[in-house]
């Protein structure tokens, strides 16, 4: 339903990464398809902090249906992007459509959980099923929110 109403623009594309602005939501949009290695993955991490500052945009959508599973990020650096890295930034709302690995996907809610309740974030995280309830979920006041 959202995402017909308008058009996304990619603003980065390498090899099967590709990100997309969607200007109406202020929202970016990160897909990749097949195996990336971790190294691949923090270093897009890094375009998508830096295309965020640009637009000054608020809200993230890592859709992660197409890819493969991969081995869990160096945990220092992942501490440190989202602990001090995207709480400079104006995000406040990121949306993660699960890739078809239940275990990693478990493993991986599971240290963002710890991250986001640990250290007191100013952004919110939250698995959806798809962009267009991530988008719906982003469009939500806190008085109206639903966990």
């Known amino acids: 339903m959202y995402l017909l109403s308008c058009q996304p623009r990619t603003v980065f594309k390498k090899g099967k990464i590709e990100i997309d ?3 109406k939501f ?3 949009h990160l897909t990749w398809g097949g195996h990336i290695s971790s190294q691949v993955y923090m ?3 890094s375009e998508l902090l830096a295309i965020s500052r ?3 945009v608020e809200f993230w959508v890592l859709d992660a249906r197409e890819g493969d599973s991969f081995e869990l990020m160096d945990l220092a650096w992942a501490t440190q992007f989202f602990t001090q890295e995207i709480p400079e930034l104006a995000v406040k709302k990121i949306a993660r459509i699960a890739g078809y690995d239940f275990n990693f996907e478990t493993k991986l809610s599971g ?3 710890r991250i986001v309740k640990n250290k007191n974030v100013n952004y919110r995280f939250k698995y959806q099923p798809d962009t267009d309830h991530a988008i719906s979920w982003f469009l939500e006041t ?3 929110e639903k966990n």
Do not use: A, P, V
């Open 21 to 23: 602005y969607i200007e």
């Open 111 to 113: 240290f963002i959980s």
């Open 142 to 144: 806190d008085g109206q």
């Open 54 to 56: 640009k637009y000054k």
């Open 43 to 45: 270093s897009t991490m």
């Open 26 to 28: 202020n929202c970016l």
